[in-house]
């Protein structure tokens, strides 16, 4: 409970039925001081309410409790909402609120604009997302709505002062509030509450009228029970819903009833990878929703602070195996979508980036098994055989998501809107919708060049000459994506040498790409065939151990099947000329892809001036490496780094700002930092939503003189799962903390 609304002198309930008893009930439990007041038709309800002392005064009609109080709550049927505000209308004063309680807001507010000739300004429509079978004043409870959502659907008449006042209402009771569009609540209730609500009263109904009856109710299992439980509702209060929200309703069971057809057909013709591509897209997506609405993923991060506790000092000895490659697994997934045949995923990352790109390529109707313990198994549809998502594709947090599918998309017949988290959204995508656009894309931004994107269909593309601005894999990649589906050749030229996965993969996959020089070339037309991928370790998660191992006397750590490609050990090149002491053990190469055990033992680190040709190869290595930098004799000096200002934060400024925390002499410049390694302390650390600067603050405890504490650290769930799991096992003391951001 988070109090009683303040201010009001009393909240008058219209309908004591489970809703409008439960609200007074928690305001009754919650210590309201106000006077608590009910009306129903029923005279026999209204003394209950007394009697269970839920109201102060009753009546059967409202009139005459008005005066008494300053918020009134509609909780009648929404047939019945139009001609009750139409006659309270003339009564209500200045300093009243009214809101209501029922599941449709357009017909409400069509209605009520007819009687009155607009909204009133007074008037509050909303709808709490809580119920129950039971009914009736008696079934009051006082919880019905703590951790539930209330929608309200304030109109352009709604006045602000109306909405706070019923937020604080709500709140008073436990609820958790949000504002929807009229249209956009009531479509999306059509189909999460009134369509299930239809399919279960149908269900029954039908189930009911056969003459093995009984045996089907007997012998019924508990996920019968369980979804036809709510065919138990009020036959009347859902008569009067469907009839008011008949639109809405008609286009979600149009939506159900295509679904249905197309299994009924797959049923019907033995199409076992229909049935597969609907059922796991199902599935997951039940389970990968529910992670979000429960705050255990990309939303957990907006409105929960995960914040980490690193105790100074440790030790670093073990052997240990980091997760996949996210990168590759990005990949692995994109291009086993769009290949023929089925490709097998072994050591796939999975984490929440991973998982997105997953999800959307479910949403895209490609039948993926798994993952599971890193074993995904994709059905590929061909380069021409992805279809329309319901919706936008949600990416969570991943940037190279954003941009590899931007580059995938723009050669679709279909329209798709990306997007994803609030931190997605902040960062630069014109860097790959401006050479999409040379190549005849339509790609759409929203203001600054930054996401939502939405990228158009049916688009003919050509092949271009690009030279990138920047050194950046994902522009690359996403341009050699675009150029499978453009006429002719797409070259891309790049400044400096730049991680070579896709380039790598695609060949794997049986579509070439060539190298010239600096230049990576791809012609149009060809197709993908699928094969096996098994992805490394990833050079990334590993380069936190590297350098905890680096860092700390005493240290000896073996990190298993790491990825060694060329264009990603820039961490390792910059750690062996430090004075790490770093050996590559059984170098291999798997999947076109070489890997190693990487030994790594503590010794004395000599600050250095970080070659240029290295940052491309180790730009987002970068953040740990200066804790390396920090704990190395001498200074250590970076140049031509601004990429890192425009990652999930601005890396430098966050850096810098964290170890000056800790004592440690740095100095910030527009494209690079200069940093002098000596004793430093612990302290308060922001890592601003940035999961690499959670990672390399935690790592920097071990040679700190007090613990660190460092907040915002829930996007780690994003790149590296097993963190915590992992600091601990090897000699770390990190602990996990939970509190409101």
Not at 3 to 22: D, F, K, M, Q, T
Not at 295 to 322: D, F, L, P, W
């Amino acid at each position: 409970m988070t109090g009683e609304p303040a201010g009001e002198r009393g909240v008058l309930v219209v309908g004591l039925g489970l809703i409008g008893a439960s609200l007074l009930a928690a305001l009754r439990e919650g210590g309201y001081r106000g006077r608590l007041l009910g009306c129903d038709q029923d005279s026999a309800s209204v003394a209950t309410a007394l009697d269970m002392q839920l109201i102060d005064a009753g009546s059967t009609e409202p009139q005459g409790l008005l005066p008494e109080a300053s918020l009134i709550v509609l909780a009648v049927p929404v047939m019945v909402l139009p001609e009750l505000v139409a006659r309270l209308a003339p009564a209500i004063a200045a300093d009243q609120v009214v809101t209501d309680v029922g599941s449709t807001k357009a017909a409400l507010c069509e209605a009520v604009t007819r009687r009155l000739g607009r909204m009133p300004a007074w008037l509050v429509p909303g709808h709490p997302i809580a119920g129950s079978e039971r009914s009736g004043v008696t079934a009051a409870n006082a919880g019905l709505y703590r951790r539930h959502r209330v929608i309200l659907t304030p109109v352009a008449q709604t006045a602000t002062d109306a909405v706070r006042r019923i937020e604080q209402l709500w709140r008073a009771c436990g609820a958790e509030v949000e504002c929807l569009t009229v249209e956009r609540h009531d479509a999306v209730l059509a189909r999460t509450s009134h369509l299930p609500h239809l399919l279960a009263f149908s269900l029954v109904d039908g189930l009911a009228r056969r003459d093995e009856r009984l045996d089907i109710f007997r012998y019924a299992a508990g996920g019968f029970r369980d979804f036809t439980r709510i065919a138990g509702s009020d036959p009347v209060m859902w008569r009067d819903i469907y009839l008011a929200n008949r639109e809405a309703v008609l286009a979600a069971l149009d939506e159900f009833e295509t679904g249905v057809a197309r299994l009924r057909r797959a049923v019907e013709s033995g199409d076992g990878d229909t049935m597969l591509a609907v059922l796991s897209r199902a599935s997951h997506a039940r389970h990968y929703f529910d992670t979000l609405l429960n705050q255990k993923s990309y939303q957990a991060m907006e409105q929960r602070n995960i914040r980490y506790q690193a105790v100074h000092g440790g030790s670093i000895q073990g052997r240990i195996r980091v997760p996949g490659d996210k990168s590759m697994s990005h990949r692995a997934i994109m291009l086993g979508a769009l290949a023929e045949g089925v490709t097998e995923v072994e050591g796939f990352l999975e984490g929440e980036d991973s998982l997105a790109t997953l999800q959307a390529f479910r949403e895209m109707g490609v039948a993926i098994e798994g993952p599971h313990q890193g074993r995904v198994i994709i059905h590929g549809v061909g380069l021409h055989g992805l279809q329309q998502p319901a919706g936008a594709l949600y990416l969570g947090n991943s940037g190279t998501a954003m941009r590899l599918f931007t580059g995938l998309l723009a050669g679709q017949s279909f329209t798709t809107t990306l997007t994803g988290d609030a931190s997605l959204t902040r960062r630069p995508m014109d860097r790959v919708a401006q050479p999409l656009r040379l190549m005849g894309a339509r790609v759409d931004t929203a203001e600054g060049g930054r996401p939502p994107l939405t990228i158009q269909g049916g688009q003919a593309l050509q092949g271009i000459d690009y030279d990138m601005p920047m050194a950046s894999a994902q522009v690359k990649s996403c341009l050699l994506l675009a150029g499978m589906y453009a006429e002719g050749s797409t070259r891309v030229r790049e400044p400096a040498t730049t991680r070579d996965h896709t380039e790598r993969m695609l060949t794997g996959f049986g579509y070439p790409v060539r190298r010239e020089g600096n230049q990576a070339i791809i012609e149009g037309g060809g197709r993908l065939t699928a094969g096996p991928i098994d992805v490394p370790a990833d050079i990334s998660s590993a380069a936190f151990f590297l350098v905890a191992a680096a860092i700390t006397p005493g240290a000896d750590l073996v990190l298993e099947h790491v990825g060694i490609n060329p264009t990603r050990i820039g961490v390792i090149n910059i750690l062996q000329q430090m004075g790490a002491e770093l050996e590559l053990l059984d170098q291999r190469e798997v999947g076109g892809e070489p890997v190693a055990d990487i030994r790594v033992r503590y010794s004395s680190l000599k600050g250095i001036d970080i070659p240029v040709d290295q940052v491309p190869l180790a730009i987002d290595e970068l953040p740990v490496l200066f804790i390396a930098a920090a704990n190395a004799e001498g200074v250590t000096r970076l140049r031509e780094a601004a990429e890192l200002r425009v990652k999930e934060s601005d890396r430098l400024q966050a850096m810098a700002d964290g170890l000056a925390v800790l004592g440690v002499d740095c100095t910030l410049y527009e494209d690079g930092i200069d940093i002098t390694g000596g004793a430093y302390g612990g302290g308060w650390v922001d890592s601003l939503g940035d999961h690499r600067i959670a990672m390399a603050f935690t790592v920097a405890a071990l040679r700190a003189g007090e613990d660190i504490l460092i907040e915002d650290c829930a996007n780690v769930a994003t790149s590296f799962p097993d963190f915590l799991p992992l600091v601990n096992r090897i000699g770390m003391t990190v602990t996990e903390q939970t509190g409101d951001a």
